[in-house]
């Protein structure tokens, strides 16, 4: 057990007892309790497992590359991270009555924590109009595939609201030079 976390359920104002069932849930399974990002994580042979977490209205358990899990149960529940996925509470009795199957789910996470999560790049099509762009100069397609794939996403999300093709361009011409500086469309 490792002393960040038993501070952080000490001061946690909600979910306390949620925490501390699903702390020993994990222990249990044989992973290394670790803080990481403010949060209790747990990892085996270093790689992230699970992370346990508390929001408003529930808690979770957060399973690093949850994509890679078999999910019979219908419970991982996918949400803005491409490989992670989570099992929300409401009540220590959920996680009770749930227990030996949230077990399966943490013993084949560990058993595919060495794995890597295959991100698909650019989920969402490249509109014609940035795609001429990106065709006609290079320099603004190399730039483009520098970035990260959240501030490409943010890019090709933004020029596909766009109804018109006319809108469409201009957004393009408008962003192409924050591209070539490496930046996203928030930055």
């Not at 960040?4 to 020993?24: G, H, I, P, S, T």
């Not at 790049?121 to 190399?142: C, G, M, S, V, Y």
């Amino acid at each position: 057990m490792n002393p960040n976390v038993d501070e952080y359920l000490r001061k946690a104002k909600q979910w306390q007892e949620e925490f501390a069932k699903l702390r020993m849930i994990v222990l249990d399974c044989g992973l290394t309790e670790e803080f990481k990002w403010g949060k209790p994580c747990y990892t085996f042979r270093k790689s992230n497992v699970v992370i346990i977490q508390g929001f408003k209205k529930f808690c979770a358990l957060l399973f690093c590359k949850g994509a890679l899990l078999n999910n019979p149960h219908c419970v991982l529940k996918q949400f803005g991270w491409q490989a992670a996925r989570r099992i929300p509470y409401t009540d220590v009795r959920e996680i009770v009555e749930m227990e030996p199957v949230l077990k399966a789910y943490i013993h084949e996470a560990k058993e595919k924590a060495g794995l890597e999560v295959n991100f698909k790049r650019n989920p969402e099509p490249i509109p014609e109009e940035f795609q001429n762009k990106l065709d006609k100069i290079p320099a603004l397609k190399t730039a483009f595939d520098a970035l990260t794939p959240g501030r490409q996403r943010g890019f090709i999300l933004y020029f596909s609201r766009a109804k018109q093709s006319k809108t469409r361009e201009l957004r393009v011409e408008k962003c192409m030079q924050q591209i070539l500086d490496g930046k996203g469309l928030n930055d």
